[in-house]
């Protein structure tokens, strides 16, 4: 007939132990579901909390007091 290719022996790797229900793909499939929950834990909940660093409340609050005081010197308050 003719010369056959050699191609990788299927008991060199067994593939089954990749499958999801092998061994390999199943751990392979829980350690990526639990990836993906951590990951979709820190994007989508851990920034949008609202913990702002101590500089940038104080700044925030600084601004506010200049807005305050602002208003205040364009409406300045009658005293009777």
């Given amino acids: 007939m003719g010369k056959q290719i050699p191609y990788m022996n299927n008991n060199f790797i067994n593939l089954q132990y990749l499958a999801p229900k ?31 660093s101590y500089k940038d409340r104080e700044r925030k609050y600084l601004e506010k007091e200049k807005q305050k005081n602002k208003i205040a010197r364009l409406y300045p308050k009658k005293e009777d």
């Fill in 22 to 52: 092998g061994f390999i793909g199943f751990w392979i499939l829980f350690i990526g579901l639990i990836f993906t929950v951590v990951i979709f834990n820190f994007v989508f909940f851990r920034l949008n909390e609202d913990n702002y």
